[in-house]
């Protein structure tokens, strides 16, 4: 079964429109990790945001903001204003405590692209 | 501080031929994992090694190996291509458990 699912496959949104992107987790854990990551063409994952399941507070840093809900197992981000720069493909992932190293179950990515 | 560094960029190689791709991960980072990412699959994990011990192993058959080396470098190895090992693979390395991991640009193997 498919632990992180990210419904969204492309969204094109217009110059300094906000955008929510989505991501919806599934695990029987109850310490686990969620993240971030942003894959623009060069093709290298740039680490955004970590959370712990222990830590439901939003948070914010410039144009981001995620926001975490354990009831409905989610871990949305938000980009507000968003520009061209934008542009990439935005995975979640999710990684369980009850594995014996450091393993990401990632979705399947959105592909965001922002017009000017 | 450099990030991870993967060589090489680019391989082309031949059904039937073996490949070893490298991984050199943050100073100071113990864990490195390796990923492939298709097109059909996405990202999926292969495996993760910590001060040179393997301590989990994706679904991915034992064409691939990997290892790691005391100086925490880490290399994967492919035998046997097939046309469907044709991807991106990514190495990502972390200080310790749980937490981010930080990724080289990858090596974009093609299989021909």
């Known amino acids: 079964a498919q632990k992180v699912t990210q419904a969204q496959t492309e969204i094109s949104v217009v110059e300094k429109e906000d955008v929510t992107l989505d991501c919806v987790y599934e695990?029987?854990?109850?310490?686990?990790?969620l993240f971030w990551y942003k894959q623009p063409p060069s093709g290298e994952l740039v680490f955004l945001i970590r959370?712990?399941?222990?830590?439901?507070q939003n948070e914010i840093s410039g144009r981001y903001s995620w926001n975490f809900q354990k009831s409905t197992s989610s871990f949305n981000f938000t980009i507000t204003a968003s520009q061209v720069v934008d542009s990439a493909v935005y995975f979640c992932?999710?990684?369980?405590?009850?594995?014996?190293?450091?393993?990401?179950?990632f979705g399947t990515g959105t592909s965001l692209t922002v017009i000017p | 501080k450099a990030g991870v560094t993967q060589t090489p960029r680019y391989l082309i190689k031949t059904r039937g031929q073996q490949v070893t791709l490298s991984c050199s991960p943050i100073?100071?980072?113990?864990?490195v994992s390796w990923y492939q990412q298709t097109p059909g699959q996405g990202l999926q994990f292969l495996f993760e090694?910590?001060?040179?011990?393997?301590?989990n192993k994706g679904n991915f058959p034992g064409r691939f190996s990997g290892r790691q080396f005391s100086n925490s470098r880490s290399e994967m190895n492919v035998s046997t291509l097939e046309l469907g090992d044709s991807a991106l693979y990514l190495c990502?390395?972390?200080?310790?458990?749980?937490?981010?991991?930080?990724f080289g640009q990858g090596t974009r193997l093609t299989v021909v």
């Open positions: 990502a390395s972390s200080a310790k458990y749980y937490t981010e991991a930080f």
């Open positions: 695990t029987r854990d109850t310490t686990y990790y």
């Open positions: 959370r712990n399941s222990f830590d439901e």
């Open positions: 992932a999710l990684s369980e405590a009850t594995n014996t190293g450091n393993q990401f179950y």
């Open positions: 100073s100071g980072h113990r864990s």
């Open positions: 090694y910590f001060s040179e011990t393997q301590r």
